[in-house]
């Protein structure tokens, strides 16, 4: 098994790595075949199903601050100015590091996972971020862009690190986002079929461009808002020396940091639909 800090010693290799990351921060999203993508915000998926728990007369009371409960605590973001953090395309050789960042100043992430070179190469890395309270999610296997891909391809690219993560974790994914944010109606289609919910974001770094932390770090600070869901990739050497910087700044303005599924608590995400 590779050293989890072995930097990669061939440029070629490291370019062939990265490169089919290099659009993903970007949300405009080219979809094919649809003219407009529908997504919902956590909000609206707290507020549906605190109606739905009024409606039934039990109330959120009790039973919604359960739900809302997450591996490093309890937080009830229809109260509290809640954020996410989350990272694509790991684990990686950074990702070690990464992790005793998220320990140390005790903030949990949601991690959207790779397969190939990525989940094969690092699995005590995944039963890591299981075991310490993060959400294990998909990217899918090789980062291909799921509109243009046929069914059984796109079937394929989300079962396996699925099959993969349950494997290592016990835990099987509820959530995916897929690359650079490219979904359509098919793909919808089949993340139902799964029971996989999308997962986009509301701010990005573009750290694919720059191994500049601070620049990460001053990009992420000027788009962050309450329930905002912050992309990051551990991949890229300008990342994770940003996260600290990151993490104590926002806490600074108040924000307490959640999975996205503890963003959306007491309501869950729900498969083939798509959120930010």
């Known amino acids: 098994m590779p050293s989890l800090t072995r930097k990669m010693t061939k440029t070629g290799t490291r370019l062939r790595v990265l490169a089919p990351f290099a659009a993903a921060a970007s949300l405009t999203l080219a979809l094919s075949g649809c003219t407009k993508l ?153 993340c139902r079929e799964l029971g996989l919910a999308e997962v986009l974001w509301s701010v990005t770094a573009k750290d694919y461009k720059t191994n500049d932390s601070d620049l990460i770090t001053e990009r992420v600070l000027d788009q962050s808002s309450r329930d905002g869901i912050i992309l990051l990739h551990d991949i890229y050497d300008g990342t994770v020396p940003a996260v600290p910087g990151i993490i104590d700044a926002l806490k600074k303005r108040g924000y307490v940091f959640v999975t996205v599924p503890q963003l959306m608590a007491p309501g869950k995400a729900e498969p083939g639909k798509v959120y930010r």
């Open 38 to 190: 529908e997504t919902h915000s956590p909000s609206s998926v707290r507020n549906a199903a605190d109606a739905s728990a009024t409606e039934a007369g039990t109330g959120a009371g009790a039973k919604g601050a359960q739900a809302r409960a997450g591996g490093l605590g309890t937080v009830d973001c229809a109260h509290t100015k809640c954020i996410a953090l989350t990272f694509d395309a790991g684990p990686s050789e950074n990702s070690a590091r990464l992790l005793d960042i998220l320990k140390e100043k005790q903030v949990p992430a949601t991690f959207f996972l790779l397969g190939k070179r990525h989940i094969d190469t690092y699995p005590e890395l995944v039963r890591r971020m299981s075991d310490e309270g993060h959400e294990v999610a998909s990217h899918t296997w090789t980062h291909k862009i799921l509109t243009d891909a046929d069914p059984d391809e796109i079937r394929d690219e989300l079962e396996r690190p699925n099959k993969e993560i349950e494997r290592l974790t016990g835990k099987r994914p509820t959530l995916m986002r897929p690359p650079q944010g490219r979904t359509d109606d098919t793909v919808h289609d089949i």
